[in-house]
Every structure is written in structure tokens, then in C-alpha cells.
């Protein structure tokens, strides 16, 4: 059964960083990216990095130049970090591991990010 745990959330003021982790196991199939989701209230939810096991990466344009997402393919590992925050940065986090065969992509519990004015 595949479980992701993700952690690193939390409340922290306009301009500060945080680092969110997400640690996979379980997984039965090759994975083709990993990355992070973000829903904020009455929102959708919107991919806001990924990364491939090769290590080209996509970032939301919002969070270009403040946000990097990195990956440790020995431990299905992945992680965000996000300097220069905004409230409007704040959101529950979801990491999402896709496969690259035709299964259902997974999912983490979600860690709540909140960024005070």
C-alpha cells in the first residue's frame, strides 16, 4: 500500500521560509514525477511544482524564482522549498506522485501552509 508522509508545514510571516518533505513508500511502480499540489478555501486545486525522475522540473508561475522543488530518487523523496512567502502562498499542500503506467496517481494527507500579513 503506498503511503505518502508529508511534513513541514506551518504558520509563518509574509517574507519567511518553509521546507515541506514528502517520503513515499510502497510504491509498486516506476514513478515518472513527483511534485505539489496546493488548495486554497473555495479554490481549486493547482499543481504548483513537479519534478521528473530525470530532474526537469515545472513550476506555477507565481512561484517562480521563490520556490524549488527537489528530489532524492534513492529514498522516493521529494521537496519544496518556498522562500519569500505570501499570504497568498497560503494553502493546504498536497504531495502527488504520478507513474508512468496507467494507474491512478497517489496522494499525501495534505499539510496546511498559512502565511500571516
Known amino acids: 500500500q503506498v503511503q505518502l508522509v508529508e511534513s513541514g508545514g506551518g504558520l509563518v510571516q509574509a517574507g519567511g521560509s518553509l521546507r515541506l518533505s514528502c517520503a513515499a513508500s510502497?510504491?509498486?511502480?516506476?514513478?515518472?514525477?513527483m511534485g505539489w499540489y496546493r488548495q486554497a478555501p473555495g479554490k481549486l486545486r493547482e499543481l504548483v511544482a513537479a519534478?521528473?525522475?530525470?530532474?526537469?522540473?515545472n513550476y506555477l508561475d507565481s512561484v517562480k524564482g521563490r520556490f524549488t522543488i527537489s528530489r532524492d530518487n534513492t529514498k522516493n523523496t521529494v521537496y519544496l522549498q518556498m522562500y519569500s512567502l505570501k499570504p497568498e502562498d497560503t494553502a493546504v499542500y498536497y504531495c502527488?506522485?504520478?507513474?508512468?503506467?496507467?494507474?491512478?496517481?497517489?496522494w499525501g494527507q495534505g499539510t496546511q501552509v498559512t502565511v500571516s500579513s
Open positions: 502527488n506522485v504520478r507513474y508512468e503506467a496507467y494507474v491512478q496517481d497517489s
Open positions: 510502497g510504491i509498486m511502480f516506476r514513478i515518472n514525477s
Open positions: 519534478i521528473t525522475s530525470g530532474g526537469s522540473t
